[in-house]
């Protein structure tokens, strides 16, 4: 079975400041792991996913996301937030010995202050 | 590339009629998925095609529900009889098929709201 978490309903963060949106996963095998991000009333828009290789992805918008298999964690995070960035962001996951489905978190919604 | 298009965008419709989402994915993406989304939540898988093919169905897909992609072309969902715990964004999402890590693209969403 795969699993994610998302353990803040809320983030809140000053522009200019840097932010960080959490998720920790668990799959049987190893992940793939993925960050979207939703504007109300719109779908989700793909930002980056980890495939192999370095733990340090780089995705849209300036976003950057870490793989962490001991934590099992993929942690967003962005150097300096922008008010526009104020969206909910969704991470997901997909065990690669498993079926082509992903599942995704409850979401994180995150408030960048002027 | 013009994106995963979905129609209709919103739909508002008493309880126990029936309603049908349609989906057209991005060209030649072989595999397509339907999930819903409620307030609060993340998206919830319904039911995943590969080509023609549905190969899964999630639990929340009762059988008031139905889809289809013939041709394995677009795909359309039915909701039968509806109920207002039905009230929801309905997602559809597509992926090429390749043996990686392939990135499910999805559209802009159809509303439904049960009255």
């Known amino acids: 079975a795969q699993s994610v978490a998302q353990p803040e309903d809320q983030v809140n963060v000053a522009e200019g400041n840097p932010l960080t949106v959490k998720c920790t996963y668990s799959v049987s095998g190893n992940p793939y792991l993925f960050w979207y991000v939703q504007y109300p009333n719109r779908g989700l828009q793909f930002l980056l996913k980890y495939i192999t290789g370095d733990n340090l992805v780089k995705g849209s918008y300036g976003f950057e996301a870490e793989f962490n298999k001991s934590q099992t964690s993929f942690h967003l995070k962005k150097p300096s937030a922008l008010v526009s960035d104020s969206a909910l962001y969704f991470c997901a996951v997909r065990d690669t010995g498993g079926s082509y489905i992903p599942t995704f978190g409850r979401g994180t919604s995150l408030i960048v202050h002027p | 590339d013009t994106g995963v298009s979905q129609n209709p965008r919103h739909k508002i419709t008493k309880r126990g009629q029936n309603v049908t989402f349609r989906c057209d994915p991005i060209?030649?993406?072989?595999?397509l998925y339907w999930y819903r989304q409620t307030l609060g939540q993340g998206p919830e898988f319904l039911t995943y095609?590969?080509?023609?093919?549905?190969?899964?169905k999630s639990r929340l897909l009762s059988d008031r529900f139905s889809a289809e992609r013939p041709k394995g072309s677009f795909s359309t969902l039915e909701i039968q009889r509806t109920e207002q715990g039905d009230s929801a964004m309905y997602l559809c999402?597509?992926?090429?098929?390749?043996?990686?890590?392939?990135?499910?693209?999805f559209g802009e969403g159809s509303w439904l709201t049960v009255v």
């Open positions: 999402a597509s992926s090429p098929l390749s043996l990686s890590g392939n990135t499910i693209y």
């Open positions: 060209s030649e993406h072989n595999r």
């Open positions: 095609f590969q080509n023609e093919a549905q190969l899964e």
